[in-house]
């Protein structure tokens, strides 16, 4: 990861305060999302508003376990 990606996804962590999340080599894994529309909607948000370069990405077999990918756009 860049320093620039690598300070947006520290930036998204401290804004979105996921409870549980794990460390990708190309972002992070949200997890524990009891809500996933509402989690995936709200990351999007933080997205736009702190003007990341970072995109969601998700799965049905990841909604069956509650978590999403924030990756390095």
């Known amino acids: 990861m860049s320093d620039k990606n690598t300070s947006d996804i ?3 962590i401290k804004s979105y305060e996921p409870a ?3 460390m990708l080599s190309r972002g992070i894994e949200v997890r524990g999302i009891k809500d996933i529309h509402r989690g995936i909607t709200y990351a999007n948000e933080v997205i736009q508003r702190l003007s990341l370069r970072l995109t969601i990405s998700h799965s049905a077999e990841m909604a069956m376990y ?3 990918e924030v990756l390095d756009a």
């Open 10 to 12: 520290q930036k998204f």
């Open 20 to 22: 549980k999340f794990k």
């Open 66 to 68: 509650g978590s999403f």
